[in-house]
């Protein structure tokens, strides 16, 4: 077990933090959404109902499509672009990693994913599935956004006595487009920070750092 915990302690660590700052959002949100509630002189959700409700998922999702877009542009620019000096990025002199390179007549290891051992066009998607996945998850996420957004707002519309808003127009509304955007900006500001830092700033022991005694042009 102790094996297990340390060969597997980053994701369990991150799992965690997630679960826990997730279920902060859940009961803050449960507590300014009832509160909205009463001022408008409605009924209070159960908290089971407010994990169900347009209000949790929009304030989610929106934050979930952000974090898979930034991620996303973040494994697929490092792919074709290059900062130098960046612990981030591929050296400029030599863009193809080593895992990146098959020799002619090469004999794939026994060991390698199913997708390498068979090739073909299986290989060809296998190298590209993470940002594929990635992507995915970043229009799941934009679409949960956009329909449970749309359902808030038609809520707090009918809260004050106005008219159902279309789909289409929430879409193309400044309202919708405010959420997403003021998120991207933020996932984008945070990677360029990383990118730049890592130049000349370290971090001893982290792979997203050089080591300690690189120079400041040593890339990657």
């Not at 949790?56 to 490092?78: C, G, H, I, K, R």
């Not at 900062?83 to 990025?89: I, L």
């Not at 934009?142 to 038609?154: D, I, T």
């Not at 000349?200 to 997203?208: A, D, M, T």
Request: proline share 5%.
């Amino acid at each position: 077990m102790r094996r297990f915990f340390r060969n597997n302690g980053l994701s369990i660590c991150l799992a965690l933090l997630f679960l826990a700052f997730w279920t902060g959002q859940a009961v803050t949100g449960f507590e300014v959404f009832n509160g909205d509630l009463s001022e408008h002189g409605a009924m209070p959700l159960s908290f089971s109902a407010y994990l169900a409700s347009a209000h949790f998922f929009e304030a989610t999702a929106e934050n979930w499509e952000s974090e898979f877009l930034q991620m996303a542009a973040y494994v697929v620019l490092t792919a074709i672009l290059f900062q130098r000096g960046s612990a981030e990025s591929k050296d400029p002199d030599d863009p193809l990693v080593e895992g990146d390179r098959v020799a002619a007549g090469e004999t794939v290891p026994a060991d390698a994913p199913w997708p390498v051992r068979r090739g073909g066009w299986i290989l060809a998607l296998y190298g590209h599935s993470l940002g594929l996945a990635l992507f995915l998850f970043f229009l799941l996420s934009f679409a949960a956004h956009a329909v449970s957004g749309w359902k808030l707002e038609n809520l707090e519309r009918a809260e004050h006595g106005e008219a159902v808003q279309p789909f289409g127009d929430f879409l193309a509304s400044a309202t919708f487009w405010f959420q997403s955007l003021q998120n991207w900006q933020s996932e984008f500001l945070a990677v360029l920070s990383i990118v730049l830092l890592s130049i000349v700033l370290r971090q001893k022991g982290s792979p997203e750092s050089k080591p300690v005694t690189a120079p400041h042009r040593q890339t990657g």
